[in-house]
Structures are given as structure tokens and as C-alpha cells.
């Protein structure tokens, strides 16, 4: 519907014209026409390339924040607490005294996540070659976070079975899982109490990968809302058909 007015014009501005006028001008046409084409249209591939360089634009910076001393900690966002289902735990040992053993753990456990955070990179950005083309042009037209949304519903999973390892060895470098053995024997040794010894490594990869989803879906809002965020002519075509 977009072409018809155009192509009225070049028919109504031919009327009257020579022969040779006339194949002058149907030149000029089709070269006006191929251009306006050309910024008009956005091709399958296009919008797929678009969506990947979105999203790995947004694991780039997620990642590289939470990466940081503090990225996880100093972040209310995606900072990670003591494990909710044995705060009774953290409750009692700071009853008993041992505050600061509890808030060094909470460190220790968010430095483990930030250690972490660095080698999550190369697994996102390979997740993310596997979108399809009618993946990208459904996520163009949805909502704010759908790339996110739809790179955790489909890479949650595998993402977490290759960071636990990855996580379990950050943890024990930063002392995090002796620390919470050591808080949770504590504990344990407690007369009457109900003994826990709940998967801290589980937990922590949960929550840290929670963390950077929501690092990612922020990037991916930008780049949505602000065009100042589109830093290549790509990522500004691709998403200037959903403004």
C-alpha cells in the first residue's frame, strides 16, 4: 500500500512524455524506487543479525558490571542475600553474636557470584546463535524484555547446568562454601534445632544468574527506548520498526 502512491506520480509524470523521455525516466524511477526499497525494508536476516547484536550488546555490559568488585554486592538489584529458606540461620547466629561471620559470608558469597559473572559471557553470546529468524521478528514486536525473556525460556537450563561448575569453583575460591559450612555446623550444633543443609551452590547459581537476566533485560529496555543506545546504523534501522 506504501508503493501505489509513488508509482501513481511516475505514471501521471510520464503522460505526454517522448519515447526516449520516457525510458529516461522509467531509469530514474527504478533507481528511486530500489532505494526507497531498500530504507523501507528490512530483510529476515537483517532483523535476526539486529536482535543477536542487541543482545549480546546487553550480555556484554551485563556481564561486565556484574564482573566488577561490588557488581553483585553494591547492586540492590541483583545483590545476593543469605539463603532465604535458612534465614533462621543467619537470625539465630546473629542472636548468638556471630554477626559480622554472617555478613562476611553474604560478601564472600557475592564475590563468588561476581568471579563468576566473568566466564558468562562466551556461554550466553553461543545461546544466542541458535535464535531462528521468526524468533527475532516475534521478538521485535513484543515486549520490552522479549529478547531476555525469551533467551532465558530457552537457554535457562543449559546456561545454569555449564555456570554451576563454573560457580561451585568460584565459590570455594572466595571461601564462600567454607564459610557457610562453617555457619551451618554452627548452627547445627544448636540442642533442639532442626538441621539444614540446604544446596548452596544451586542457590547461588539461581540467583546469580537471576542477576544477570535482569543486567540484560535493562541493556535490552535501552536500546528499545533510547535511540541514543543504538550505536551501530544496524541496531538503529532494526529497531526503529518497533518506534
Known amino acids: 500500500?506504501?508503493?501505489?502512491?509513488?508509482?501513481?506520480?511516475?505514471?501521471?509524470?510520464?503522460?505526454?512524455?517522448?519515447?526516449?523521455?520516457?525510458?529516461?525516466?522509467?531509469?530514474?524511477?527504478?533507481?528511486?524506487?530500489?532505494?526507497?526499497?531498500?530504507?523501507?525494508?528490512?530483510?529476515?536476516?537483517?532483523?535476526?543479525?539486529?536482535?543477536?547484536?542487541?543482545?549480546?550488546?546487553?550480555?556484554?555490559?551485563?556481564?561486565?558490571?556484574?564482573?566488577?568488585?561490588?557488581?553483585?554486592?553494591?547492586?540492590?538489584?541483583?545483590?545476593?542475600?543469605?539463603?532465604?529458606?535458612?534465614?533462621?540461620?543467619?537470625?539465630?547466629?546473629?542472636?548468638?553474636?556471630?554477626?559480622?561471620?554472617?555478613?562476611?559470608?553474604?560478601?564472600?558469597?557475592?564475590?563468588?557470584?561476581?568471579?563468576?559473572?566473568?566466564?558468562?559471557?562466551?556461554?550466553?553470546?553461543?545461546?544466542?546463535?541458535g535464535m531462528t529468524v521468526q524468533d527475532a521478528w516475534g521478538i521485535l514486536k513484543g515486549e520490552d524484555d522479549a529478547a531476555t525473556t525469551y533467551l532465558r525460556g530457552k537457554t535457562f537450563d543449559q546456561l545454569k547446568s555449564k555456570f554451576q561448575p563454573v560457580m561451585q569453583k568460584a565459590l570455594d575460591q572466595t571461601n564462600a562454601t567454607k564459610y557457610y559450612s562453617d555457619l551451618v555446623n554452627t548452627y547445627n550444633k544448636i540442642p533442639f534445632i532442626e538441621k539444614v543443609n540446604p544446596d548452596l551452590n544451586d542457590y547461588a547459581t539461581n540467583r546469580a544468574l537471576d542477576g544477570l537476566f535482569t543486567l540484560v533485560a535493562q541493556e535490552e529496555e535501552k536500546i528499545r527506548e533510547d535511540p541514543v543506545a543504538r550505536t551501530t546504523d544496524l541496531l538503529k534501522k532494526v529497531f526503529a520498526q518497533q518506534d
Open 1 to 129: 500500500m506504501k508503493k501505489l502512491p509513488f508509482l501513481l506520480i511516475v505514471v501521471i509524470l510520464l503522460a505526454g512524455c517522448t519515447a526516449q523521455q520516457i525510458q529516461q525516466a522509467q531509469k530514474t524511477a527504478k533507481g528511486v524506487l530500489d532505494d526507497y526499497l531498500e530504507e523501507d525494508q528490512l530483510t529476515s536476516d537483517q532483523v535476526a543479525s539486529g536482535l543477536k547484536e542487541a543482545l549480546v550488546k546487553g550480555i556484554t555490559k551485563g556481564t561486565n558490571s556484574a564482573s566488577k568488585v561490588d557488581g553483585y554486592l553494591k547492586n540492590p538489584k541483583i545483590a545476593i542475600p543469605f539463603p532465604p529458606d535458612v534465614q533462621k540461620v543467619a537470625h539465630k547466629l546473629r542472636d548468638l553474636g556471630m554477626g559480622s561471620q554472617v555478613d562476611k559470608f553474604v560478601t564472600t558469597l557475592n564475590r563468588g557470584a561476581e568471579e563468576a559473572a566473568k566466564e558468562a559471557k562466551p556461554i550466553f553470546v553461543n545461546a544466542i546463535k
